[in-house]
Antibody, heavy 123, light 109 residues
Framework: QVQLQESGPGLVKPSETLSLTCTVS????????WTWIRQPPGKGLEWIGH???????KYNPSLKSRLSISVDTSKNQLSLNLTSVTAADTAVYYC?????????????????WGQGTTVTVSS | DIQMTQSPSSLSASVGDRVTITCRAS??????LNWYQQKPGKAPKLLIY???SLESGVPSRFSGTGSGTDFTLTISSLQPEDFATYYC???????????FGQGTKVEIK
């Protein structure tokens, strides 16, 4: 079955760049959308952005100026880069697959999730 | 941007209770509404998609209704393993991943 694993530094200094990788195993990255979601401590879920396996992206407007999401189909990985981080970027970061389910039409759902990786922004 | 508003933000209930959580979209999202359950330290899990369709393997005590702007998640008889936080999420705009509601924490009374 498809599994996702996020990886990256757990601690990032303010003003630096947060870089995370999500490795997809047990299936192909092709033919799907993939998304990054984050959750600040004690708070709700926030959509960061998503990418199609072809490389087409859509970003949360609140993060767009600092955000880059990319995909490497040869490595079955997607990546996130968030520049100029502050304490407000401290969160658990999840990658997830966007699948489609049928109910009189196709509907998009986040059907496979990574376990999440905690990133703390602090000097 | 489409805003999703859940209510209540938290509730206390007992095992066996019927629980209803509501989610309202700031504009019509037709049937593009999903519900997720999240337990502490875990990733969210899909419960309901397309407003009312039960994800495979999810107990039938969970159900969803609604269309347009107003949606509900109902747990017909709360079980100990259902104490968690529930999120609605619209997949209408921007497709295929949109915004989440702020969550509803279901706690033990």
């Amino acid at each position: 079955q498809v599994q996702l694993q996020e990886s990256g530094p757990g601690l990032v200094k303010p003003s630096e760049t947060l870089s995370l990788t999500c490795t997809v195993s047990g299936g192909s990255i092709s033919s799907y959308y993939w998304t990054w979601i984050r959750q600040p401590p004690g708070k709700g879920l926030e959509w960061i952005g998503h990418i199609y396996y072809t490389g087409s992206t859509k970003y949360n407007p609140s993060l767009k100026s600092r955000l880059s999401i990319s995909v490497d189909t040869s490595k079955n990985q997607l990546s996130l880069n968030l520049t100029s981080v502050t304490a407000a970027d401290t969160a658990v970061y999840y990658c997830a697959r966007v699948g489609q389910l049928w109910s009189m039409d196709f509907y998009h759902v986040m059907d496979v999730w990574g376990q999440g990786t905690t990133v703390t922004v602090s000097s | 941007d489409i805003q999703m508003t859940q209510s209540p933000s938290s509730l206390s209930a007992s095992v066996g209770d019927r629980v209803t959580i509501t989610c309202r979209a700031s504009q019509s999202i037709r049937f593009s509404l999903n519900w997720y359950q999240q337990k502490p330290g875990k990733a969210p899990k899909l419960l309901i998609y397309a407003a009312s369709s039960l994800e495979s393997g999810v107990p039938s005590r969970f159900s969803g209704t609604g269309s347009g702007t107003d949606f509900t998640l109902t747990i017909s008889s709360l079980q100990p393993e259902d104490f968690a936080t529930y999120y609605c999420q619209q997949s209408y705009s921007p497709p295929p991943v949109g915004t989440f509601g702020q969550g509803t924490k279901v706690e033990i009374k």
